[in-house]
């Protein structure tokens, strides 16, 4: 080991090495602040090819959320046969409410059926036209559990003309929240792979301008890994601080949209509200982006580090 290699590489174990990753963090750091207006656009860059998959991963997740939302509180009618009496009715809705599987039962009398089809415009003046009203007692029962056992069991009860619980539609969206996830997972590869081509050639382009210092370092004694550690941190910078930033364009986008999305849940089921990524989704985030930015500066130096290996004398 030559003299300069020990003055300025001296020392070794933990004491050694956190002072050169001290110094590998500061020359990050000082790299970053050197040039404002290309790390902002290479930030930039990385951030976008983060927030899309970030965008569209929190989309999915509202949306299995509001999936299960609706098959816990989805309704199952029970529509009774004709000539049942109140009394009757209301026995059966109290024998159905000691279920273990039913959470809750609502009698709803032909009277208010039929007010209910009179607040329709269409349906109003037809209704005029009737004598009698034929409609039957219908039990709302709210499942408490899986609910295909449920309406099963409920179409077996006496007294019990009809059940109807719509399950294709949560079958259907079942599959294209499926095709969801796939396709969440593919664009997520495919702009991680963007984000560490981004962070590569900015690492590339950084090295190939610092070829003179670097041989300058080769020539005192610095091994290849003390000239690879300063991108390695400039590299986990950058994907950190860009996780960051497409962190704050998911929250500007969802401050747009949140009063939107809100709204339109709320006419599908009371109670659901939209949710944001929470703070492990957040640390995850950050993670992610550091490791990406990590590894494209790895790959970036480590090519760079062979191909301007002297050849073996």
């Known amino acids: 080991m030559s003299a300069g290699r020990r003055a300025v590489y001296a020392g070794s174990g933990w004491g050694a090495r956190l002072r050169s990753h001290r110094r590998a963090f500061a020359d990050a750091r000082a790299r970053l602040r050197a040039a404002p207006l290309a790390s902002l656009a290479t930030l930039s860059a990385v951030a976008l090819a983060l927030l899309l998959p970030l965008l569209f991963g929190l989309g999915l997740a509202n949306a299995l959320r509001f999936a299960g939302h609706l098959a816990a509180s989805g309704e199952i009618a029970v529509f009774l046969a004709p000539g049942t009496t109140p009394a009757e009715a209301r026995a059966l809705g109290a024998r159905l409410s000691g279920r273990g599987d039913v959470a809750a039962v609502q009698v ?179 993670a992610a982006a550091a490791a990406l930015g990590w590894l494209g500066a790895r790959v970036a130096a480590g090519h760079y580090l062979r191909t301007s290996r002297p050849p073996p004398a």
């Not at 034929?134 to 019990?160: D, K, Q």
């Not at 382009?205 to 300058?216: K, N, Q, T």
């Not at 089921?269 to 944001?276: D, H, I, T, V």
């Open 108 to 286: 709803r009398t032909p009277e208010e059926g039929l007010a209910e089809f009179r607040q329709m415009s269409d349906l109003a003046g037809a209704l005029e036209l009737l004598e009698d009203n034929p409609l039957p007692f219908v039990l709302l029962v709210s499942p408490a559990g899986e609910a295909a056992p449920l309406v099963a069991a409920l179409a077996a009860e006496p007294g019990v003309e009809r059940v109807h619980h719509d399950a294709a539609w949560r079958a259907r969206l079942e599959a294209w929240l499926g095709l969801g996830r796939r396709l969440v997972a593919v664009l997520a590869l495919l702009l991680a792979a963007g984000a560490l081509l981004v962070v590569g050639n900015t690492v590339r382009l950084d090295l190939a301008a610092r070829r003179d210092e670097i041989e300058l370092m080769q020539l005192i004694g610095a091994e290849e890994a003390d000239i690879r550690r300063p991108m390695l941190w400039f590299g986990l910078l950058l994907g950190l601080l860009s996780g960051a930033l497409a962190l704050v364009g998911a929250l500007a986008v969802g401050a747009v949209l949140w009063p939107a999305i809100a709204g339109l849940a709320a006419t599908y089921a009371g109670g659901f509200a939209p949710a944001g990524p929470g703070p492990a989704g957040v640390a995850g985030v950050l």
